[in-house]
C-alpha cells in the first residue's frame, strides 16, 4: 500500500472518529410524552437553595461590608416598592430553625452562597479578614453537616463589595480576577474541609447583562453592547483562575469540586424544519448559556458570537469586535475549568430570526438576531417572565449532553414564583404541577442519559427578589416579612416536594395522583390565618399544618372598609 493511501486512510478514520465523537443536538426532534412514572438513581441528591443578599439580611451587622446591592436598592427607584434586603429573612439569625425545616423534609444537601463582603468587607484580604462573618458560615457549615446535609456553596452570588466597585469599576476591571481569587482561596482554606462542592459564579449572565448592559441589577450601569461582553470576560477568568487555585493546593488534600452555574432557558425553534428558525434558536442557547460554557468546556467563546458581534461591530465602523479576545495561552487555561456543571433552568421562549440593523445602535440583544416568543396556552402564575414550559427542561438537558460531551450536570436552580405584593395563597397548586411536570422531565432526560446527577428546588424560603423586591415569591415556606420576626409557614408544595424526595421520584400513578390531593386537603381544611401566633423556635408546625391563605384576611378587611364606605355615601 503507497504512503499516501494509508494517509488518505488514515485521513477519513479520524474523520469518522470524530464524527462518532460529537454527536449533534437533533432540533427536529421534540418528544412531549406522556408522564414517566420511575425514580431515579440511587444516591440522587435533593435539596433547595438560597443566597446570602437575599435571605441573610444583617447587612450591617458584625463587621459586614457594603455590597453593590445594599447600595443599589438604598436608591429611590431601582427596586419595586423601594423595597431592600436589609432584613429580608433575618438568616442570618434563623439559620438554625432553617436546617431543621431541611432536615424535616430530609434534603440531601443545602445550596447557599457566601458574601464576599461578610468575608472582607473591603473586597481585598490585605485590608481586613472579618473574623465574625468566618465563624457564622462554620456554625452553618457545621450544622448543616451534624444534621447530614451536604452544603453546596457558591462563591459569587452577585453581591460584590462597594469598595471594588467603585475603586476599580467592579467586573469591567481585570483585577478583580485576582480579588476573587483571594477570596475563594480564604474560602477553601477555612472552609474545605468540610465543603465538597464549589460553585464559583451564580448565573453569570444576569450579573454582565443586567448588571453592565440594561442597569435593571447592581450596580445599574448601562454600558450597551460593550459592558455585558467586558464584564463577562473577566468573570470567565476569574472562574478558571479560581478552578486552577483549588486544583493546584487544595484538590489533593480536600477531594472536593469545583464548577459554575449557569442560567439556561431553553429557546425552541417557532419551526423545527425551518433551517432559519433553527439557526435562532441555536443562536438563543449560544448566546444565553454557551457564552459561559463554550470557553470553559471548548476553550473559546461560541463561534456564532464571534462572527454576529465581529460583524456588527465591523458594520459600526469599529477597528476590533465588541467581543473580546482570548489569547491562545488564555484558551487553554480556561479549557476544561469545570468538575461539574450546575444549571439553573425555569422556563422556554420559541424563537425565531429577525434582522436588526447595525444603525440602530448596538446592544447584546440586538447582536442576537432573534425575537423571543411566548404562547399564550403556557400557563403563567403571574410573573412575567415564567411560563411553565417542562419539555424545554428535557430538550436543555439533552442539548447540554450532547454539546459538552455529557457532563456532571447538577440542577442549581428550578422552580416557580407567584407575582404578590402582601398576600399569597398557601395552596399553591401551580407550584406543585411545576415540580411535577419539571422534575419528570429531568428524569425523562437521566433516561436518554444525560448525567444528572442533584436537583436543587429554588428556593427554601421566600426572599428578597431583586429588581423585583418582595413582590414575587419563589419559597417553599411563605416568610411574614411584615413581622419583625420573619416566621415561616410551610407551603402545601413543601408536603409535594417531601413526598418526591422520600421516594426518590415517581413510584407509580396511583401513589403519585395522591399526592397532590392531601397535600391540597391539608392546606383547605385549615382555617388559620397566617396572622397566627409565629411559628415557635422548634418548628412544630413544620409542614403538617399548612396555614390557607393570607387573602382571605386581605379580603376580610377590604370587605369591611367597602361596607364602611358604602354606609357613609348612603
Same mark, same amino acid.
Given at each position: ?100 425545616? +431541611? ?29 465574625? !462573618? ?43 480576577? =485576582? ?23 451564580? =448565573? ?44 493546584? /493546593? ?54 456564532? +458570537? ?9 458594520? /459600526? ?26 444549571? !439553573? ?86 407550584? +406543585? ?15 436518554? !442519559? ?121
Amino acid at each position: 500500500m503507497s504512503l499516501q493511501r494509508m494517509l488518505n486512510l488514515h485521513y477519513v478514520l479520524v474523520l469518522v472518529l470524530c464524527v462518532s465523537a460529537s454527536e449533534d443536538f437533533d432540533w427536529t426532534k421534540n418528544e412531549r410524552g406522556s408522564f414517566y412514572y420511575g425514580t431515579f438513581p440511587t444516591g440522587f441528591s435533593w435539596g433547595a437553595g438560597g443566597s446570602a443578599y437575599q435571605t441573610e439580611g444583617a447587612w450591617d451587622k458584625d463587621g459586614k461590608g457594603m455590597s453593590i446591592w445594599d447600595v443599589f436598592a438604598h436608591k429611590k427607584g431601582k427596586i419595586f416598592l423601594n423595597d431592600t434586603a436589609d432584613h429580608s429573612c433575618e438568616g442570618y439569625y434563623k439559620f438554625k430553625d432553617d436546617i431543621t425545616l +431541611m432536615k424535616d423534609m430530609k434534603f440531601n444537601h443545602y445550596r447557599f452562597s457566601i458574601s464576599w463582603p461578610r468575608i472582607f468587607p473591603n473586597g481585598i484580604k490585605a485590608d481586613h479578614i472579618n473574623e465574625k !462573618g468566618i465563624k457564622y458560615y462554620d456554625d452553618l457549615i457545621n450544622m448543616l453537616l451534624d444534621n447530614n446535609i451536604t452544603p453546596i456553596v457558591t462563591l459569587y452570588h452577585w453581591d460584590l463589595p462597594q469598595v471594588l466597585q467603585e475603586k476599580y469599576g467592579g467586573w469591567q476591571n481585570v483585577s478583580m480576577v =485576582n480579588y476573587f481569587n483571594d477570596f475563594a482561596n480564604l474560602c477553601f482554606e477555612r472552609f474545605g474541609d468540610r465543603v465538597k462542592y464549589w460553585i464559583t459564579f451564580n =448565573n453569570p449572565w444576569s450579573s454582565a447583562v443586567e448588571g453592565y448592559e440594561t442597569g435593571e441589577h447592581a450596580p445599574g450601569l448601562k454600558l450597551r453592547g460593550t459592558g455585558a461582553y467586558k464584564a463577562a470576560h473577566h468573570i470567565i477568568k476569574a472562574h478558571a483562575k479560581v478552578w486552577h487555585t483549588y486544583d493546584t /493546593q487544595w484538590r489533593s488534600k480536600q477531594k472536593g469540586l469545583v464548577g459554575i452555574s449557569l442560567l439556561a432557558d431553553w429557546g425552541e425553534p417557532v419551526d423545527i424544519i425551518n433551517q432559519r428558525d433553527i439557526e435562532a434558536a441555536e443562536r438563543y442557547v449560544q448566546f444565553y448559556m454557551g457564552w459561559f460554557a463554550t470557553p470553559i468546556f471548548n476553550g473559546d467563546y461560541p463561534q456564532v +458570537m464571534k462572527d454576529y458581534i465581529g460583524r456588527k461591530s465591523a458594520q /459600526q465602523g469599529l477597528g476590533t469586535s465588541r467581543l473580546p479576545v482570548f489569547s491562545s495561552q488564555e484558551k487553554s487555561y480556561i479549557k476544561g475549568t469545570c468538575d461539574f456543571l450546575g444549571i !439553573g433552568h425555569f422556563t422556554t421562549r420559541y424563537i425565531t430570526q429577525k434582522n436588526y440593523p447595525s444603525g440602530r445602535g448596538n446592544s447584546y440583544f440586538t447582536d442576537r438576531d432573534l425575537v423571543e416568543l411566548v404562547d399564550p396556552r403556557w400557563p403563567d402564575p403571574g410573573s412575567e417572565w415564567l411560563y411553565s414550559v417542562p419539555w424545554g427542561f428535557r430538550r436543555l438537558l439533552n442539548y447540554i449532553k450532547t454539546q459538552y460531551g455529557n457532563p456532571m450536570i447538577y440542577v442549581t436552580e428550578n422552580g416557580v414564583s407567584e407575582k404578590v405584593q402582601r398576600c399569597t395563597d398557601l395552596c399553591d397548586d401551580w407550584r +406543585m404541577q411545576y415540580f411535577k411536570d419539571y422534575i419528570n422531565e429531568m428524569l425523562k432526560a437521566l433516561k436518554d !442519559g444525560v448525567n444528572v446527577k442533584g436537583y436543587t428546588a429554588w428556593s427554601l424560603l421566600d426572599k428578597f427578589e431583586w429588581d423585583e423586591g418582595f413582590s414575587e415569591r419563589f419559597g417553599l415556606f411563605y416568610v411574614d416579612f411584615l413581622n419583625k420576626n420573619k416566621p415561616r409557614y410551610p407551603k402545601a408544595s413543601v408536603q409535594y416536594y417531601k413526598r418526591i424526595i422520600s421516594s426518590n421520584g415517581f413510584p407509580n400513578q396511583r401513589e403519585v395522583e395522591s399526592w397532590k390531593r392531601k397535600a391540597t386537603e391539608t392546606c383547605s381544611s385549615s382555617n388559620q390565618l397566617l396572622a397566627a401566633d409565629p411559628l415557635t423556635s422548634h418548628m412544630e408546625m413544620v409542614t403538617e399544618i399548612v396555614v390557607p391563605t393570607v387573602c382571605t384576611l386581605c379580603i376580610l378587611l377590604a370587605a369591611v372598609f367597602l361596607m364602611f364606605l358604602l354606609r357613609g355615601r348612603f
